[in-house]
Antibody, heavy 114, light 111 residues
Framework: EVQLVESGGGLVQPGGSLRLSCAAS????????MNWVRQAPGKGLEWVSY????????YYADSVKGRFTISRDNAKNSVYLQMNSLRAEDTAVYYC???????WGQGTMVTVSS | QSVLTQPPSVSAAPGQKVTISCSGS????????VSWYQQLPGTAPKLLIY???KRPSGIPDRFSGSKSGTSATLGITGLQTGDEADYYC????????????FGGGTKLTVL
């Protein structure tokens, strides 16, 4: 079964850090780009970051540039999102997704609050 | 304010047809493929249309996509109550740096 499973979400204080993980199964992970997309409560989808299949090309949304870092480990079929200097406005459900293959995880909730 | 503009809501009766528009610019829709996503309440988005008008395996042909210039359209025929969801368009934007952009989303109500 084709699947993406996110983990690592939770409650963190403003200024804190969190690392999200996304484990892939059921497809050739190393052949596909991966993205992180977030959705604040009651709001629309916001793309956060992209990493190419090899990891050599990376893009970020302006809203997270300099604070978030995307990476992947093709040997572990996993993609990660290191989130630093977190703000209240980063509160959202975070999805990992291969936009080209149309595969989305179920999401993990990140809440930034004191 | 989303880079891609969608109507906030549309509605139609069961069995009818509805279209959802997505308006952009030459830096996004005008020069890139458009995808459409369906998000049922409380679930992750699901790919409905890719490359402007292609349907992934398992998506019924009631769903269709088209693109003209800097706008794209999602069409849904034979509306069912189960189609009530939020719909998003998305594409790459290369205006300053490469970013993926989504529309603001359209809430479909099947009356």
């Amino acid at each position: 079964e084709v699947q993406l499973v996110e983990s690592g979400g939770g409650l963190v204080q403003p200024g804190g850090s969190l690392r999200l993980s996304c484990a892939a199964s059921g497809f050739t992970f190393s052949s596909y780009e991966m993205n992180w997309v977030r959705q604040a409560p009651g709001k629309g989808l916001e793309w956060v970051s992209y990493i190419s299949s090899s990891g050599s090309t990376i893009y970020y949304a302006d809203s997270v540039k300099g604070r978030f870092t995307i990476s992947r480990d093709n040997a572990k079929n996993s993609v990660y999102l290191q989130m630093n200097s977190l703000r209240a406005e980063d509160t959202a459900v975070y999805y990992c997704a291969s936009l080209s293959k149309g595969i989305w995880g179920q999401g993990t909730m990140v809440t930034v609050s004191s | 304010q989303s880079v891609l503009t969608q109507p906030p809501s549309v509605s139609a009766a069961p069995g009818q047809k509805v279209t959802i528009s997505c308006s952009g610019s030459s830096s996004n829709i005008g020069n890139n493929y458009v995808s459409w996503y369906q998000q049922l309440p409380g679930t992750a988005p699901k790919l409905l249309i890719y490359d402007n008008n292609k349907r992934p395996s398992g998506i019924p042909d009631r769903f269709s996509g088209s693109k003209s210039g800097t706008s794209a359209t999602l069409g849904i025929t034979g509306l069912q109550t189960g189609d009530e969801a939020d719909y998003y368009c998305g594409t790459w934007d290369s205006s300053l740096s490469a970013v993926w952009v989504f529309g603001g989303g359209t809430k479909l109500t099947v009356l």
